[in-house]
């Protein structure tokens, strides 16, 4: 590991859909292509005996085969084969026009639905959708199955395949069917592509107990991310904080390099940040030049859709300082890819290394637990509704339901939410109608269904109703 260049390399987990490029929150290529900046070479003589058989196997479909087949399609179709043999969602191939997209996605703004998709045991998921995108407006949630895109099975499409359809100019619209944990039937969500800003860092401050508390929320790890956070954190120390609450919920990763510069600013050098290990056990450890840490309380916010970088900046802060996590388990992804440019504008983007926390552990599979194990209120549980026809008095489905639990979650009183629509259900169905300042039929129509989901949007962001969120605060506040 002599060359140091892999400080470049690719930490999201997935791919962000969007018209102009894949969005992997970083620089995907080396930056120099020596051959000391790649892996050990295997001895020619192995190779070439161990690549006969491949080679028979080319000659015998070029020639033979009862149809002519274009010898660059076999050629990327045994580098797909090997690719696929090591099992990795995270290894992929590239062919020229796809480098080209990948390469092209740190643009201040991109067109898309705003979310991030990763491949698990051979199923798309969704690791989570962005700050205010269209997918998160659709109801999007992480770990929902992506199950067809715009009517077409994704069952046994590459990553890269599934992006391509899912992504799309601005104004126009896909329809995903989604299977979600807890639902007997996959939801069919309609999402309208539109522009998507690249900003990833959002700050402001929060009062609590009578102190002030910075608190910064960072949606992934891009290119800028380190020197935004730089920026508004050093506002809120000119200015006087009592505490400094960072907020990873949902962030899928990115730039190693982004993150990195980050937990310089906020550990000391008492113990690495991370840790990085090859395939054959050596390891380099990575420090701060900081003797101390911050002179002020930090908490960071976590769940399950908190990925790769934003592990390692959870576990550096955890295991370093003994900083408070808050929220759920992480996604729990462990290894680093880079993209190994091939000569010819295609690239093999392969998993090279293993990272590890401060104390060494490997959180691939496992995830990171919170000091503080929390989870949300009714209203960020909800789902869609989607409605075959009105929902009205003595229906009972599954919609039904739903729209039961998603009334109740607002504060009005459906009386139960068994799926069973009753004459309390239609009275708070009435009540919803009149706040909302609609039409009261007592009827749940594609209008008041609307209405309701909008409701359900607006009461997340609210900052009061985030348990998580309080609770941090809570301890951050407590602390001397």
């Not at 970088?309 to 955890?318: D, V």
Request: proline residues 4%; contains cysteine; hydrophobic residues 35%.
């Amino acid at each position: 590991m002599k060359n140091k260049k892999w400080l470049a390399i690719t930490l999201s987990c997935s791919i962000v859909t969007g018209t102009g490029g894949f969005l992997l929150g970083a620089n995907p290529f080396f930056e120099d292509e020596k051959e000391d900046a790649l892996p050990n070479q295997s001895d020619p003589y192995i190779l070439s005996d161990s690549l006969r058989k491949v080679q028979r196997a080319f000659d015998l479909i070029s020639t033979g085969y009862v149809e002519e087949v274009p010898k660059e399609e076999l050629v990327e179709g045994a580098i797909q084969g090997m690719l696929s043999a090591l099992d990795d969602p995270y290894s992929v191939y590239m062919d020229e026009e796809t480098t080209k997209q990948f390469s092209n996605t740190l643009e201040s703004e991109f067109e898309g639905i705003g979310a991030e998709i990763s491949k698990i045991e051979g199923k798309i998921y969704i690791i989570s959708p962005f700050k205010n995108s269209p997918a998160e407006e659709a109801g999007l949630k992480p770990n929902d199955e992506i199950i067809s895109v715009d009517g077409k099975t994704v069952s046994g499409m590459d990553l890269y395949d599934v992006t391509e359809k899912i992504r799309g100019e601005k104004g126009t619209v896909v329809n995903l069917v989604i299977k979600r944990e807890g639902l007997s039937k996959p939801l069919e969500i309609p999402v309208e592509r539109a522009e998507i800003p690249n900003e990833t860092v959002f700050a402001q401050t929060l009062e609590k107990n009578g102190k002030t508390i910075g608190y910064i929320e960072i949606t992934s790890f891009s290119e800028n991310t380190d020197e935004d956070f730089m920026e508004e954190l050093k506002a809120f120390e000119e200015k006087g904080i009592d505490g400094l609450l960072l907020d990873v919920r949902g962030n899928p990763g990115g730039l190693l390099s982004s993150v990195e510069n980050i937990l310089k600013e906020l550990v000391s050098n008492t113990k690495p940040y991370v840790q990085i290990e090859e395939r054959r056990g050596s390891q380099m450890q990575y420090f701060s030049n900081k003797k101390e840490a911050k002179n002020y309380p930090v908490a960071v916010l976590i769940n399950k859709g908190s990925a790769s970088a934003s592990e390692i900046l959870a576990a550096a802060l955890k295991e370093v300082e003994g900083y408070t996590l808050v929220g759920e388990k992480t996604f729990g992804k462990g290894t680093v890819q880079q993209a190994v440019p091939m000569g010819d504008g295609s690239n093999i983007k392969l998993t090279l290394f293993k990272w590890l926390t401060p104390n060494g552990n490997w959180i691939h599979g496992k995830g990171i637990e919170p000091n503080i194990e929390i989870g949300q209120s009714e209203v960020y549980y909800t789902h869609p509704i989607q409605l075959e026809e009105p929902l009205q008095r003595d229906m009972n489905n599954e919609n039904v339901k739903n729209a039961q639990v998603i009334l109740d979650s607002l504060g009005f009183e459906p009386g139960r939410t068994d799926g069973y629509f009753s004459n309390q259900t239609e009275i708070a169905v009435k009540a919803f109608q009149q706040i909302k300042g609609m039409r009261m039929t007592g009827v749940i129509d594609t209008s008041t269904a609307a209405a309701m989901e909008k409701a359900v949007i607006d009461k997340t962001n609210d900052p009061r109703y985030d348990l998580q969120l309080q609770t941090a605060l809570e301890v951050i506040a407590k602390k001397e």
